[in-house]
């Protein structure tokens, strides 16, 4: 297995705060991948354990949503809610990290792009014989999880403040 160029590795947001050796460790349990346009690499409601850096490319992120089709019927439909550049040295499924959790969310290639893929298995052994690159990383997890969580906190008021308006005209 060939290992991942540790500058690249560096304009992750989520290896901030790591040395040059550091970086050379992490390369060792990271894999590249090549997906085409269109593939499926993480499907909602399936359980997962690995996650993923996009190096290049674009994914889009969807959610299935239950939609009210007549008074008595609901369905359900997905919707993208996200897109991810990987201009932008963005990852996901970052979760799968912390045991073998259902996937939130349905991630598909836009367009062809070229993953790097993180085990979770592998991310622990490294963690147990280098503690501070765990601690490091998921430090780095948590910030970004923090992050999103505002944005989605802030989203929550936003759309409760238009229905309660909608609710009342």
Same mark, same amino acid.
């Given at each position: 297995?060939?290992?991942?160029?540790?500058?690249?590795? $560096?304009?992750?947001?989520?290896?901030?705060?790591? =040395?040059? @050796?550091?970086? &050379? %460790?992490?390369? /060792?349990?990271?894999?590249?991948? &090549?997906? #085409?346009?269109?593939?499926?690499?993480? #499907?909602?409601?399936?359980?997962?354990?690995?996650?993923? %850096?996009?190096?290049?490319?674009?994914? &889009?992120?969807?959610?299935?949503?239950?939609?009210?089709t007549s008074k008595q019927e609901f369905g359900t439909k997905e919707r993208t809610f996200i897109r991810l550049s990987g201009e932008n040295?963005?990852?996901? $499924?970052?979760?799968?990290?912390?045991?073998? /959790?259902?996937? =939130?969310?349905t991630v598909q290639a836009a367009n062809k792009c070229n993953l790097l893929v993180i085990k979770a298995d592998d991310f622990l052994k490294?963690?147990?014989?280098?503690? /501070?690159?765990?601690?490091?990383?998921?430090?780095?997890?948590? %910030?970004?999880?923090?992050?999103?969580?505002?944005?989605?906190?802030?989203?929550?008021?936003? %759309?409760?403040?238009?229905? =309660?308006?909608?609710? @009342?005209?």
């Open positions: 297995m060939k290992s991942v160029d540790r500058k690249l590795l $560096g304009l992750f947001s989520l290896f901030k705060g790591l =040395s040059a @050796q550091e970086l &050379d %460790l992490v390369s /060792r349990i990271i894999t590249a991948k &090549d997906v #085409s346009p269109g593939t499926v690499i993480i #499907s909602e409601g399936e359980i997962g354990d690995e996650m993923y %850096l996009l190096a290049e490319g674009t994914v &889009d992120i969807h959610k299935t949503l239950t939609v009210v040295h963005l990852f996901f $499924g970052e979760l799968a990290l912390f045991g073998g /959790r259902e996937r =939130s969310a490294l963690c147990e014989n280098e503690p /501070r690159i765990g601690y490091v990383v998921i430090t780095n997890i948590a %910030l970004n999880l923090a992050t999103n969580l505002r944005k989605t906190n802030e989203d929550v008021i936003k %759309l409760t403040t238009a229905l =309660s308006l909608a609710l @009342q005209g």
